[in-house]
């Protein structure tokens, strides 16, 4: 694994909830199936379909921020043709995160990488 998708990989544990305990194992408070946790090294965010579509379905359930609204409405959309992923804000109406690199799950893991940093600088 590259020195960039480890960093990528770090990102993405973050935004799911994970931390990092003082010899670098991420785990989630509370949460037992995580069998001790995971080094930066072993995560498959960059890898495994299992990995990166918790993602993707966390970046969907992120809600519309509207006291006004009586329904829950997601806020954000993945769309993933062919090989291209692209994110979109449903109330900008912008395009927050996208890739096209040949691959669906390249394009995927990239554009994810793209949404939490537009993400953590916008909450």
């Known amino acids: 694994m590259t020195e960039e998708q480890c ?7 973050e935004f799911m909830g994970f931390n ?19 080094y930066l090294e072993t995560m498959k965010y960059n890898s495994s379909w299992d990995w990166l579509m918790t ?29 291209l992923c692209e994110i ?10 996208s890739g096209d690199h040949g691959s669906k799950i390249l394009s995927t893991y990239n554009a994810v990488v793209e949404f939490i940093e537009w993400y953590n600088k916008n909450r």
Request: no cysteine; glycine share 8%.
């Open 20 to 38: 990092p305990n003082p010899v670098g194992i991420y785990r989630i408070e509370g949460v037992p199936w995580h069998k001790g946790g995971y």
């Open 88 to 97: 979109y804000d449903t109330v900008s109406n912008e395009l927050i995160g």
């Open 7 to 13: 960093n990528s990989n770090k990102l993405i544990a």
């Open 55 to 83: 993602v993707v379905e966390k970046i969907e359930e992120i809600p519309i921020e509207d006291d006004n609204l009586t329904i829950k409405i997601h806020r954000f959309i993945v769309e993933t043709p062919l090989t």
